[in-house]
Antibody, heavy 119, light 108 residues
């Protein structure tokens, strides 16, 4: 079955760019929407954005000016870049697959990776 | 943005109890409503999609209902493994997708 695995640095300095990659295994990246969601310590879930396998994207307006999500179909991977990070960006970051026909829901999630923003 | 409000924020219940969690949207979202379960240190797990459809592999004691702006998640007979935090999520709007604040279900 499809599995997702997040990877990337666990510590990022303030004002720098957070970069994470999600690797899709056991299935194709094609024909789905691929999402990033984060969860600050002790808090709820926040949707960051998604990318379709074709490359079209949608971002949370609250983060849009700092976010870029990209896809590499040849590697079955998609990535997140979040620029100008602050302590408020400290969170567990999840990648998730979104099914879109006919209803939209996230049926497969990665285990999550903790990112701490600190000098 | 569509705001999702869950109630209660926390709940104590005993094994065998019937539990209901409510989610209200700030505007109508038809049945574009999903429910997730999250245990400490783990990723969310999809339970219910499209307001009332049970995800494959999820026990039948979980049920969802509602449409428009008001939704409920019901656990008919609580099991020890059901103690967790539950989130509703709306996918009616492409952006942003929003979640409720979560309902923490604790053992009485």
């Amino acid at each position: 079955q499809v599995q997702l695995q997040e990877s990337g640095p666990g510590l990022v300095k303030p004002s720098e760019t957070l970069s994470l990659t999600c690797t899709v295994s056991g299935g194709s990246i094609n024909n789905y929407y691929w999402n990033w969601i984060r969860q600050p310590p002790g808090k709820g879930l926040e949707w960051i954005g998604y990318i379709y396998y074709s490359g079209s994207t949608s971002y949370n307006p609250s983060l849009k000016s700092r976010v870029i999500i990209s896809v590499d179909t040849s590697k079955n991977q998609f990535s997140l870049k979040l620029s100008s990070v602050t302590a408020a960006d400290t969170a567990v970051y999840y990648c998730a697959r979104k099914v879109v026909s006919p209803y939209y829901f996230m049926d497969v999630w990665g285990k999550g990776t903790t990112v701490t923003v600190s000098s | 943005d569509i705001q999702m409000t869950q109630s209660p924020s926390s709940l104590s219940a005993a094994v065998g109890d019937r539990v209901t969690i409510t989610c209200r949207a700030s505007q109508g979202i038809r049945t574009y409503l999903n429910w997730y379960q999250q245990k400490p240190g783990k990723a969310p797990k999809l339970l219910i999609y499209a307001a009332s459809s049970l995800q494959s592999g999820v026990p039948s004691r979980f049920g969802g209902s509602g449409s428009g702006a008001d939704f409920t998640l019901t656990i008919s007979t609580l099991q020890p493994e059901d103690f967790a935090t539950y989130y509703c999520q709306q996918t009616y709007t492409i952006s942003p997708i929003t979640f409720g604040q979560g309902t923490r279900l604790e053992i009485k």
